[in-house]
Each structure stands twice: as C-alpha cells, then as structure tokens.
C-alpha cells in the first residue's frame, strides 16, 4: 500500500473550496476543463456517489462517499475507468481512498489549504496519479 500527498494553497474561503469538489458546476470549472466532453455527477453525502468522464479521451474516475463533513473532510473511494470500465488487476477492480482536508490558511479567512491524500495498493507515481493530481490541483490553485 502507497499513498501520496499533496498540498495547494487555494485563494478562497474553505467554503467555497469544499464546494469546488461537492458541486457538479464548479468542478467542472477546474477538474478537466480541456476535455469539453466531460460530464460531472456528484451527490456529496455518505452513501453517495460521482462519477467523472470523459468520452473522447476514454477514461474517468468513480466513486462513493465515505465521509462527508462540510467545509473541512471529504474521504471517497477511487476507481479509474478506461472506456467506461473500472481499472482491474487479475480482474478485480483496484479501488483506492482519497481523503481531501480543507483548512483555514494561518489568518486569511480568503485562503484555504487543500490537502489530498490518495492511497492505493498499486503504484502511484508510475500508474500516473500524481502526475494527474498536480495537473487537476494546479488549476485548483486558481479557483475564485
């Protein structure tokens, strides 16, 4: 098991930047922009689920909500989708957990720190998921 973090310095309220994530609208704003064709299903509560694709790039990400504590703590599981498909090793979908913290950044009420920890039993860095979580949180960064 592996699990890699990542922190970003987000320059709104931790209330906005809870929502950035729980809200279909906004995370389409900053998750995959690029990719117009991306359709964004979230129902934040513990139990829900999302559901993130991409039709003509083949891939996207699902999961449900196992914590749901508003503005500071979303946990949820991760499965890839390859051609609307959960990633599989020896055909048994790879699920990971991904915690995502919000807090308040020291006595600016207008600036949120955003930590996301992603843990999985497969390689990380090769299978690509920091990589993916540096692109998707460098955008992030520029949320208002």
Same mark, same amino acid.
């Given at each position: 098991?592996?699990?890699?973090?990542?922190?970003?310095?987000?320059?709104?309220?931790?209330?906005?930047?809870?929502?950035?994530?729980?809200?279909?609208?906004?995370?389409?704003?900053?998750?995959?922009?690029?990719?117009?064709?991306?359709?964004?299903?979230?129902?934040?509560?513990?139990?829900?689920?999302?559901?993130? #694709?991409?039709?003509? +790039?083949?891939?996207?990400? /699902? !999961?449900?909500?196992?914590?749901?504590?508003?503005?500071?703590? *979303? =946990?949820?599981?991760?499965?890839?989708?390859?051609?609307?498909?959960?990633?599989?090793?020896?055909?048994?979908?790879?699920?990971?957990?991904?915690?995502?913290?919000?807090?308040?950044?020291?006595?600016?009420?207008?600036?949120?720190?955003?930590?996301?920890?992603?843990?999985?039993? #497969?390689?990380?860095? +090769?299978?690509?998921?920091? /990589? !993916?979580?540096?692109?998707?949180?460098?955008?992030?960064?520029? *949320? =208002?």
């Amino acid at each position: 098991m592996s699990t890699i973090t990542m922190t970003r310095t987000v320059p709104t309220r931790p209330e906005r930047a809870y929502d950035a994530w729980t809200d279909a609208e906004l995370l389409a704003t900053w998750w995959w922009p690029h990719l117009p064709d991306t359709t964004y299903q979230v129902d934040a509560r513990v139990g829900g689920s999302f559901r993130i #694709e991409s039709g003509a +790039a083949s891939f996207g990400v /699902q !999961g449900e909500f196992l914590v749901v504590e508003p503005p500071t703590l *979303l =946990r949820f599981t991760w499965v890839w989708l390859t051609e609307g498909q959960p990633a599989a090793v020896d055909g048994t979908p790879v699920v990971d957990t991904v915690e995502v913290t919000f807090a308040d950044h020291g006595e600016a009420t207008e600036v949120t720190e955003v930590t996301v920890r992603h843990t999985s039993t #497969e390689d990380l860095v +090769a299978g690509g998921a920091q /990589q !993916g979580w540096n692109d998707c949180l460098d955008r992030l960064e520029r *949320l =208002r």
